[in-house]
Every structure is written in structure tokens, then in C-alpha cells.
């Protein structure tokens, strides 16, 4: 599992968020496994107690079609997994045993193949209504006004994801356009309307006058206080805050919910 992790990094460039979705999802079907199909433990140890380190290719290699399917029934009757988390979990699965296969030829077959959820329910996206929009730009209550005005405009105008967001460093900008690293390092430029050049630059002036800024610091959004690049958690932290400065608190939004409320608004 480690290898396999190994080569969805270093070989197919997944992000970090995806990998650590794949190891607890691998995690969880191992701990399943010895408990419940293989009974090397009681049925009722705590999963956070199970030990994995015992298990050997030649335990992988008995793992069966019933297997997948015992453990997809298990998470939606424990876990109460909707169709969507199944589907991911799933996908975890059939991408590890095709790995075994294809890859390093550690199976002959993959007990994964063929299986199928089918399609999970897809709901409507959740976003902002454009007044909703302007109410949420017209009540930003912060200590550093412009940067958060800044972030709020590009989520709202450019449809960016957060992590797309405060890895945006100063030398991405090119006259009226930025260049975003998306999913897989996939490169796209967005262009930027008026409102986002004239935030951007208002912002840009603010940075510039910050006392701790380093002067070798190439992250566009930074904290006032440090001057170093902004976390994603502290984005997530700004953007409730200024939801609930809005009344727009409660109600699910997010900075995604802002991808969705920009690609709405187009």
C-alpha cells in the first residue's frame, strides 16, 4: 500500500488531498478485512486498534470478488456511506488491485474488475445567488480588508479551487490573465475582468506595504502578522467569517461553493 502511495505521488502526480483519501480508504478495507472476513481479530476490536503490519502479498492474493462486495455492503450499512463516498472508496480499491496487476505483477487477477456501483444521485450544486454575491463582498469584516477582498472577488469571478487559490504566487500574472496549477499540475490560464484587476491591485499595494513581509516571499496571499503564504485551513477560516459577516452562515456554503456560485453566475 505504501508503494502503491509511492507511485500515485511520484508517478501519477496526484495531489496530496487525493493520496490521503486513497491510504484511510485502503486502510479501512484492510481493517475490514481482518476482522471481519479473515478474523484474525475479535469482530468488536475498535478499528483504530487493528494492526496491518502482519499482512503479506500472499494474503492479498486470496482477496475475492465476495470480498469487495461484503466490504461495499459493510461501509453502507456502518459507516451509512451515500453513494458517492462508496463510489470513491470503490475507486481506491479498483486503482491499488490494477496497480498489483499491470504494474509490479504482484497478482495474476484483479477481484475488482467488472464491479460497478453504477452512477451515484448527482444534487445541484449549492451556490450563491449574484445579490447574495455583492452582499458577501459589501460586508467583508477583516484586518486585512484588501487581501480578503481580493480572495473573495477571484472566487466569486474566476471560478479557482481553494488549493488553486493560495498557491497562486506573485510571478503567475501576466497582463490581464494568471496562471493556475490545477488538479494533476495541469496548468490553465483565467482572465481576470475589472473587478478582480482592480482588487488585485489595491491588494497588491496593501502586500506591499506589510512590515514582516520577506523579501523573497512569492506567495500572492500571505498573513498580516507572519508574511508568510496563507494556509488553506486559514482561507476556509476567513472566507466563514466573512459569510457569517454577510448572514450567509449555516447554510453550507464554502470556498467550492464559490467555484460553483462563479461557473453559475457565467
Same mark, same amino acid.
Given at each position: 500500500?505504501?508503494?502503491?502511495?509511492?507511485?500515485?505521488?511520484?508517478?501519477?502526480?496526484?495531489?496530496?488531498?487525493?493520496?490521503?483519501?486513497?491510504?484511510?480508504?485502503?486502510?479501512?478495507?484492510?481493517?475490514?478485512?481482518?476482522?471481519?472476513?479473515?478474523?484474525? =481479530?475479535?469482530?468488536?476490536?475498535? $478499528?483504530? %486498534?487493528?494492526?496491518?503490519?502482519? !499482512? &503479506?502479498?500472499?494474503?492479498? /492474493? *486470496?482477496?475475492?470478488?465476495?470480498?469487495?462486495?461484503?466490504?461495499?455492503?459493510?461501509?453502507?450499512?456502518?459507516?451509512?456511506?451515500?453513494?458517492?463516498?462508496?463510489?470513491?472508496?470503490?475507486?481506491?480499491?479498483?486503482?491499488?488491485?490494477?496497480?498489483? =496487476?499491470?504494474?509490479?505483477?504482484? $497478482?495474476? %487477477?484483479?477481484?475488482?474488475?467488472? !464491479? &460497478?456501483?453504477?452512477?451515484? /444521485? *448527482?444534487?445541484?450544486?449549492?451556490?450563491?445567488?449574484?445579490?447574495?454575491?455583492?452582499?458577501?463582498?459589501?460586508?467583508?469584516?477583516?484586518?486585512?480588508?484588501?487581501?480578503?477582498?481580493?480572495?473573495?472577488?477571484?472566487?466569486?469571478?474566476?471560478?479557482?479551487?481553494?488549493?488553486?487559490?493560495?498557491?497562486?504566487?506573485?510571478?503567475?500574472?501576466?497582463?490581464?490573465?494568471?496562471?493556475?496549477?490545477?488538479?494533476?499540475?495541469?496548468?490553465?490560464?483565467?482572465?481576470?475582468?475589472?473587478?478582480?484587476?482592480?482588487?488585485?491591485?489595491?491588494?497588491?499595494?496593501?502586500?506591499?506595504?506589510?512590515?514582516?513581509?520577506?523579501?523573497?516571499?512569492?506567495?500572492?496571499?500571505?498573513?498580516?502578522?507572519?508574511?508568510?503564504?496563507?494556509?488553506?485551513?486559514?482561507?476556509?477560516?476567513?472566507?466563514?467569517?466573512?459569510?457569517?459577516?454577510?448572514?450567509?452562515?449555516?447554510?453550507?456554503?464554502?470556498?467550492?461553493?464559490?467555484?460553483?456560485?462563479?461557473?453559475?453566475?457565467?
Amino acid at each position: 500500500v505504501v508503494e502503491y502511495l509511492h507511485y500515485l505521488d511520484f508517478v501519477k502526480m496526484r495531489s496530496p488531498r487525493t493520496i490521503n483519501a486513497y491510504y484511510l480508504d485502503l486502510r479501512g478495507f484492510f481493517r475490514f478485512m481482518m476482522a471481519m472476513q479473515w478474523s484474525r =481479530v475479535p469482530r468488536d476490536t475498535p $478499528l483504530e %486498534e487493528i494492526n496491518l503490519k502482519d !499482512i &503479506s502479498t500472499e494474503d492479498i /492474493k *486470496k482477496i475475492t470478488k465476495r470480498d469487495i462486495f461484503s466490504y461495499l455492503d459493510y461501509v453502507r450499512s456502518t459507516d451509512a456511506n451515500g453513494g458517492k463516498a462508496r463510489a470513491r472508496k470503490l475507486s481506491a480499491l479498483k486503482g491499488f488491485f490494477s496497480y498489483l =496487476v499491470t504494474q509490479v505483477n504482484k $497478482l495474476q %487477477e484483479n477481484p475488482t474488475e467488472g !464491479i &460497478s456501483l453504477g452512477s451515484p /444521485k *448527482k444534487a445541484l450544486p449549492k451556490y450563491l445567488t449574484a445579490t447574495e454575491s455583492i452582499d458577501l463582498l459589501k460586508n467583508i469584516q477583516s484586518d486585512f480588508y484588501e487581501r480578503d477582498f481580493c480572495m473573495i472577488t477571484l472566487f466569486l469571478n474566476c471560478g479557482m479551487r481553494l488549493t488553486e487559490l493560495v498557491t497562486i504566487n506573485m510571478g503567475d500574472f501576466k497582463q490581464d490573465t494568471i496562471r493556475i496549477t490545477g488538479k494533476g499540475n495541469k496548468e490553465r490560464l483565467v482572465y481576470l475582468n475589472d473587478a478582480c484587476l482592480e482588487a488585485l491591485d489595491h491588494y497588491k499595494k496593501a502586500r506591499a506595504a506589510l512590515p514582516n513581509l520577506p523579501a523573497d516571499e512569492r506567495a500572492l496571499f500571505v498573513s498580516k502578522r507572519t508574511g508568510k503564504r496563507l494556509t488553506a485551513r486559514r482561507v476556509e477560516q476567513i472566507v466563514a467569517r466573512c459569510l457569517q459577516s454577510a448572514g450567509l452562515s449555516g447554510r453550507g456554503f464554502s470556498p467550492h461553493k464559490l467555484r460553483h456560485t462563479a461557473a453559475t453566475l457565467m
